[in-house]
C-alpha cells in the first residue's frame, strides 16, 4: 500500500494529465449534448492531447472512458448516445487516466446551466465533504477519521451519505487497498502511512442514502428519485500532511 518517492512522482504526473482532462470540461458546453459524446470528447483528449490511456475503457468489462450519472444516478452511470444533458441537470464525471503505468482517478459534479438552489446546494454540500475528508490525511491518523468527518459533514447539512461504495488504494492497478469508507468512527481503523496513495470520493444524496442497481448492470440510483452528488481526488499521504495529486488549476482548497 506504500508507494516509494519515485513511484509517487510518476502518479503526480498521472494527476495532472488528468487534472487537465476536467479543466478541458469546465470550458465545455454540456447542453444539448450526449453522455455518448461526452465520453467521446474525453476520449480524443486523454490519447491524442496527452497521449495517455484512459484506465476505465476495458476495465471490468466496461466499454467507455467515464461514468456519466446524471440527477439521480448515484454512480456508475453508461454513457449513451440517447441520453441528452439538459438545462437544469446535475452530472457527475467519473474519469480515469493511465500514465507510465500508473492511474490517477478523480470526479467532479457539473451544475449545467440553470440549476435549482437545493441542486446547488447539494453539489456544493458533496464537495465540502469530500474537502472534510481530505483535511484528515495525514501520517498517523487513521481511516476512521475521514469517514467520520465525511458523514458529520453531510448529516450536520441534512444529506445522507451512500455506504455501499468507497474510496480506494491506486496505483498501478484502479483498485488497490485499502478501502477508503465515507463513514466511520474516529480513531478507528488502519493507520496512515506516509507513501499511501488512495481516493476520497464521497457519493452524498439529497435524501435518504439507500440505493438500487438498474438491470444495465452499472447504473446505481437514489431509492427514493432524489438527487445525488459526487465529488473525488486521489490524495497521497505526505510526511506533511497530504498532497491531492489531481488538484485542477484554480480550484478552492479548503486544507
Request: glycine share 10%.
Amino acid at each position: 500500500m506504500v508507494k516509494s518517492p519515485d513511484e509517487i512522482a510518476l502518479m503526480r504526473i498521472s494527476g495532472r494529465l488528468l487534472a487537465s482532462v476536467f479543466e478541458m470540461l469546465d470550458g465545455v458546453d454540456l447542453v444539448g449534448m450526449s453522455t455518448l459524446q461526452i465520453n467521446d470528447l474525453v476520449d480524443r483528449f486523454i490519447t491524442q492531447d496527452l497521449a495517455a490511456r484512459p484506465a476505465s475503457k476495458g476495465q471490468y468489462g466496461f466499454e467507455f472512458v467515464l461514468n456519466s450519472s446524471i440527477n439521480d444516478v448515484v454512480c456508475h452511470g453508461v454513457p449513451a448516445a440517447d441520453e441528452i444533458v439538459k438545462d437544469g441537470d446535475i452530472i457527475n464525471l467519473d474519469i480515469t487516466l493511465e500514465k507510465n503505468g500508473f492511474i490517477a482517478d478523480s470526479s467532479k459534479t457539473y451544475a449545467v446551466g440553470n440549476v435549482s438552489g437545493d441542486a446547488k446546494r447539494l453539489i456544493r454540500i458533496a464537495n465540502g465533504a469530500m474537502w472534510a475528508g481530505i483535511r484528515q490525511v495525514r501520517h498517523g491518523t487513521r481511516l476512521g477519521d475521514i469517514g467520520s468527518a465525511i458523514e458529520r459533514h453531510a448529516k450536520r447539512h441534512g444529506c445522507s451519505v451512500v455506504r455501499e461504495y468507497c474510496g480506494h488504494g491506486i496505483g498501478r492497478e484502479m483498485h488497490e487497498k485499502p478501502e477508503v469508507l465515507n463513514f466511520g468512527h474516529p480513531g478507528r481503523g488502519l493507520v496512515l502511512r506516509e507513501g499511501m496513495v488512495f481516493t476520497v470520493e464521497p457519493m452524498i444524496n439529497a435524501g435518504k442514502r439507500h440505493v438500487v442497481s438498474m438491470d444495465d448492470g452499472w447504473t446505481v440510483k437514489t431509492r427514493d428519485g432524489r438527487l445525488s452528488a459526487q465529488f473525488e481526488h486521489t490524495v497521497a499521504v505526505t510526511a506533511e500532511g497530504v498532497e491531492v495529486l489531481t488538484l485542477r488549476h484554480g480550484e478552492t482548497t479548503p486544507l
